[in-house]
């Protein structure tokens, strides 16, 4: 019985230091959910709009704000606050929580909202009238959890690939009058003023306090922040 029972520990401590490595695979966050493509590369097709590509950023940086550890202010639709009952950090609860139905652009719970003004409430950042129309050619395409990986080794460089990487995922909360942690990530001059052992840790998801990976709830594709690090160890120049 005693030999049973000190193989079941055995057992129970190697599960949960494997459960633990998981943490460090590649790419846990996006490998993992199940997809109508499977992982079409470079270059993307221009007529179609892709889930994680196009779609998810817009939805984190605009909806999924979470609750911020410093000033304790209230977080939006990420999986932990959950407003409303909708979470827009991951396309299951997109689809289910937001009330998205493939081939009706105008309806639910998250179109009706977005289309009347009421989302993103006023005091946020605004979605333009191009990212809305981004959104809803998703969704008359079926709204489908379709996966391109949009990058080419060359997108390490700043202007044609970091910028508008951390243009489309970071800049909606690190933008404006308030910005996201007090950081602001509008320009090179601001970009460079993060420290690079923060910024690093933030987007490979390396801290303790979860809500300081970034982006909050919506991990980035391990190829970008392969290409954020390239550009870090590159000596983060402006070129
Ligand atoms: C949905 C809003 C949102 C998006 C999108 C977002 N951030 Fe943040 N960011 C925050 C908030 C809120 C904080 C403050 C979190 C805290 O202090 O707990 C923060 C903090 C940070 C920090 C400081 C972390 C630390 O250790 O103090 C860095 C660096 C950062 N963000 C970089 C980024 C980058 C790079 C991106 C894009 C890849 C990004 N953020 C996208 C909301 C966001």
Request: positive net charge; glycine residues 8%; hydrophobic residues 30%.
């Amino acid at each position: 019985m005693k030999i049973y029972l000190s193989a079941l520990i055995t057992l129970a401590i190697c599960g949960m230091i494997l459960a633990g490595s998981c943490k460090h695979q590649p790419d846990p966050y996006w490998s993992n959910i199940p997809r109508d493509t499977a992982g079409v590369n470079a270059p993307c097709d221009p007529n179609i709009v892709y889930f994680n590509k196009d779609i998810q950023p817009l939805l984190t940086s605009y909806c999924s704000v979470p609750r911020n550890s410093t000033t304790n202010a209230r977080g939006c639709h990420d999986a932990i606050s959950n407003r409303e009952g909708v979470n827009l950090s991951n396309y299951n609860s997109i689809i289910k929580t937001g009330e998205v139905n493939g081939g009706s652009p105008s309806s639910g719970k998250m179109m009706e909202s977005i289309l009347k003004g009421d989302m993103p409430q006023s005091n946020w950042p605004q979605l333009s009238a191009d990212q809305i129309a981004l959104i809803q050619k998703w969704i008359t395409q079926g709204a489908k959890n379709n996966y391109c990986a949009e990058c080419d080794t060359a997108g390490y460089k700043f202007a044609t690939g970091i910028f508008p990487l951390i243009d489309k995922s970071c800049k909606a909360c690190h933008s404006g009058t308030s910005p996201s942690g007090g950081i602001m990530l509008t320009n090179y001059t601001e970009i460079m003023k993060v420290d690079t052992a923060v910024l690093r840790r933030a987007i490979t998801w390396g801290n303790t306090t979860l809500s300081k990976n970034m982006p909050p709830s919506t991990k980035l594709m391990n190829c970008q922040i392969d290409n954020i690090t390239k550009w870090i160890n590159d000596g983060r120049k402006n070129n």
